[in-house]
């Protein structure tokens, strides 16, 4: 258990100490396992809360709750590429733009993007069991999505974590991480893993294609965007699926 340990302290602001650093393959294969957990908790808020406010509230709310127990962390990695893609000129200046903790004008808006379209899908989800599986499956879709990534394309540079995690990782654990996600999914929401799926590979394909051509490669920064944009296009997805049809449990 000593890899979800590793992944609830790496993914969360949850104070969780342990008396060593935990190895990199122990911990990324329980990303799916820990983006569910998180994935309860906002889409508990986010059903819950509906039954007692306007449903726009509660999801508001409810991803207000996933920022505080994840404190920004995939966020930031989203405003950090927005920078440096929409602001750099060459390689070597968007690796530099990468570096800089502080963020520009293209990435406050990757942020308000990112937020303004989570609320406004979750919101238009009316029901509360769609609304909690919706969330399920996009925190738990979102994190496996960028461990995955990390064998679709090679590094952008050898130093920092994305890279040494891509190389820490093997490619079965990756494949066992994928196949945990879609299970987890596919429990949440039922045959809407199947849309749900299709929408998380496009997004993952259109960051990591794009991020080749930017900077050639995958850094720390692109594997949060990734989940970003991943767990925004699996919510708009089903608030699509939401509006004509019911989930397999509610």
Sequence with gaps: MS????AVQFLTRIPVRTSSAIPHERVLPWFPVVGALIGVVVGGVAAGL???????VAAALAVVTGLSITGAFH???LADIADA??????VERRLEILKD?????????????????RVVAAAS??????VFAAFVAAHTLGRTAAV???KAAPPASESGLGASAGRDLAPVAAVVCGITGVGIATLATGWWVLPLVGGAVVGTAAVVVLSVRKIGGLAGDVLGAIEQVVECTVLVVASGLAMRHSLWWS
């Design 3 to 6: 890899g979800f340990v590793g």
């Design 50 to 56: 509906g039954e007692l406010v306007p449903v726009s």
């Design 85 to 90: 893609f929409g602001g750099g000129v060459t």
């Design 101 to 117: 903790s502080r963020h520009g004008t293209y990435g406050v808006a990757a942020l308000a993007s990112s937020i303004v379209v």
């Design 148 to 150: 995955v990534a990390m």
């Design 75 to 77: 966020e930031d990695g």
């Design 125 to 130: 989800i009316v029901s509360a069991a769609s």
